[in-house]
């Protein structure tokens, strides 16, 4: 029979292994052809698509679907709940409140993407902070709070986007409906070391906690019976999904579905153990939306059709089926 730890080690190598080959094949693909060859010596037009084009893109695929799905697996866990996805506590809504209302005064076409993507971190971070208010209750904090502040933050904030999309002109009104489609475009490489040094401390931290989410996942109580804190796992839990989520959709606008695909996929397959489905889920979240960057590109090529269509047609099917699966467990 074998060891757990030779079956983990497999399931990281093949993890790794689909990453980088998604990250190779949405640099090498797309709708022109690119002579490798001729891009590493320097010669154009190769050479600009290559680098400032494909590979910004890609480490931008890897990262956005990489921190989405690990905030979807520490939402599972925090909430206990397997249909629980990085929206589920309203940052996402949050992010994409505070980014409509940055193209409604037009900080965008001042001060270029990076206005809307701050009023997009600020939409997240305050809807992150008004909802561990509201759930909190003597210094407390529920995971069965935390799930209905979020519902009801996500109906607020997806009113306050429909009101805005409303009454802006046709030309504002056409960049919020393809804002929140969720996309993939090629990032400047400064947005990428801020991203990186932003996103890796909480993946690491995430990752580190791997054997606490487990024992969080089975109940607050056996969590206290352990020694543990709850209310500070909930707290670092909170904050990292919502940092993780956050982050990325205020530069990709938000991409559904991704916390939700591989991490339940991903626990049919392994198991629900944290510390081998955090890092796996990470890995295989990343070459996902990297694949679906790359069909994005290709389908209809030269058009292109935003990422998170492709993961909402994917995904949408997905959710269906697990909401049927789910009724057949219990009705067994």
Not at 15 to 38: E, N, Y
Not at 116 to 128: K, W
């Amino acid at each position: 029979m074998v060891s757990k730890r030779v079956r983990w080690a497999a399931a990281l190598i093949f993890s790794l292994l689909a990453m980088t080959a998604a990250g190779l094949t949405a640099v090498l693909a797309g709708s022109h052809h690119l002579d490798l060859s001729r891009a590493l010596t320097g010669l154009s037009p190769d050479r600009e698509i290559l680098w400032e084009l494909r590979l910004p893109r890609a480490l931008l695929a890897l990262w956005a679907g990489g921190a989405l799905s690990l905030s979807g697996v520490l939402f599972q866990a925090l909430l206990r709940n397997a249909l629980a996805t990085p929206d589920t506590l309203g940052v996402s809504s949050g992010a994409s409140l505070g980014a409509v209302i940055g193209i409604f005064f037009g900080w965008g076409a001042h001060a270029g993407i990076s206005g809307v993507s701050i009023s997009a971190c600020v939409g997240a971070a305050l809807v992150l902070l008004l909802v561990v208010s509201v759930s909190s209750e003597r210094g407390k904090v529920s995971s069965v709070g935390l799930l209905l502040a979020g519902i009801t933050i996500n109906i607020i904030c997806g009113a306050g986007i429909v009101f805005l999309a409303s009454i802006v002109g046709f030309q504002k009104s056409f960049a919020v409906t393809r804002w929140l489609m969720g996309g993939l475009d090629s990032p400047e490489y400064t947005t990428l070391a801020g991203l990186t040094l932003l996103l890796a401390p909480v993946v690491l931290v995430v990752l580190w906690h791997g054997r606490e989410w487990n024992v969080l996942s089975v109940g607050d109580t056996w969590a206290a019976t352990r020694g543990l804190s709850t209310t500070r796992l909930l707290m670092i839990g909170c904050i990292a999904g919502s940092i993780m989520t956050g982050a990325v959709t205020a530069i990709t606008g938000p991409i559904g579905f991704v916390g939700l695909i591989v991490p339940h996929a991903i626990r049919m397959w392994i198991g629900p153990d944290h510390r081998i489905l955090a890092p796996c889920s990470f890995l295989l979240g990343a070459a996902f939306v990297a694949i679906c960057d790359v069909f994005s590109r290709t389908i209809l090529a030269p058009v292109e059709i935003p990422v998170g269509v492709i993961t909402a047609l994917l995904g949408g099917p997905f959710f269906i089926w697990m909401l049927r699966s789910r009724r057949a467990g219990i009705r067994l």
